[in-house]
């Protein structure tokens, strides 16, 4: 499994991390065996002897390595940035995935994409990691990535009271919003099932292309109101369970859901509860893996 993210304590706070260890772990509970690979070693001599090398497309493309004599399949799971990915890219591997129904039908690469989600850990990101509505009243959890992101913009801008947890965001924010720079992983599932309400928001190209946030079906997984930016093919995924706004209109579009007065906003309680766990039989990692151990096989 050959993630984007560096090795080391830098690699810690990339969700490209977070996200293969998770697949290693479905890999390893199907029988598999299987381990985590930083982009610094992908093409290494070592993937000769591997039977699978699973790349997770991220920020940075991998070459697959062709050595004579080598039987290694290659595969590739773009999950983020799909405007990056050419046709030239995908050319040399044995099968090609993308977390977006949409783009996986529309992609113009010269070979069939077949669609693979986000997923979640059910057995990480569940309802009963913390009692709801003790955290956060409203929590947004993430990078500034460079610029002032809209859906933090707009909460502040709304008056909600709002935690943040990121990089950068120190000089951007009112002291009192500002919660520290990392959040820890194995804390988001107790920070996500506590907070009133979990922001999410995408790049503009993956919500334009339909490449859904892993944060939304972990938060989702954990029982929480969700609210996010309007993306491709988010409703036929979460229903009504995620409520969606207009960067355009803020203050009509977002100020009631972050007001900390949930009646009439959002699904009640047992209706999150339901939507929770159809998220984690049909969108977890075991069952990512049962699709790729089955293209695997085939071919």
Request: aromatic share 8%; net charge negative; with cysteine.
């Amino acid at each position: 499994m050959v993630v984007s993210s560096p090795k080391g304590a830098a690699g810690e706070q990339w969700g490209d991390t977070w996200f293969g260890r998770d697949l290693v772990a479905a890999l390893q509970e199907r029988g598999q065996q299987a381990r985590l690979v930083h982009h610094a070693a992908a093409t290494s001599p070592a993937r000769d002897q591997d039977d699978v090398v699973l790349v997770l497309r991220g920020l940075k493309a991998v070459v697959p390595r062709t050595t004579p004599g080598a039987r290694t399949k290659w595969l590739l799971w773009v999950i983020s940035h799909p405007d990056d990915v050419q046709e030239a890219e995908v050319e040399p591997y044995d099968a090609v995935f993308a977390a977006s129904a949409h783009w996986s039908r529309a992609a113009s690469l010269g070979r069939p994409v077949m669609p693979l989600l986000q997923a979640t850990n059910p057995h990480r990101f569940r309802p009963d990691a913390a009692a709801p509505d003790t955290g956060a009243s409203v929590l947004f959890v993430g990078s500034t990535r460079g610029q002032f992101r809209p859906i933090v913009r707009d909460a502040i801008s709304c008056g909600a009271s709002l935690s943040v947890f990121g990089v950068g965001w120190q000089d951007l924010i009112p002291q009192q919003c500002y919660q520290g720079q990392f959040l820890p992983n194995p804390d988001l599932p107790a920070a996500y099932a506590a907070a009133g309400v979990v922001l999410n928001d995408h790049w503009p190209d993956m919500a334009a292309q339909g490449f859904l946030s892993n944060r939304l079906f972990d938060a989702v997984a954990c029982g929480a109101r969700v609210v996010s930016d309007q993306a491709v093919g988010l409703a036929e995924v979460f229903g009504t369970g995620v409520r969606t706004y207009s960067s355009d209109n803020p203050v009509n579009d977002l100020r009631p859901l972050v007001s900390g007065d949930f009646r009439g906003h959002f699904p009640e309680r047992a209706d999150r509860l339901a939507l929770a766990a159809r998220i984690a039989a049909d969108h977890s990692f075991l069952a990512r893996v049962d699709v790729l151990i089955d293209v695997v096989r085939e071919l």
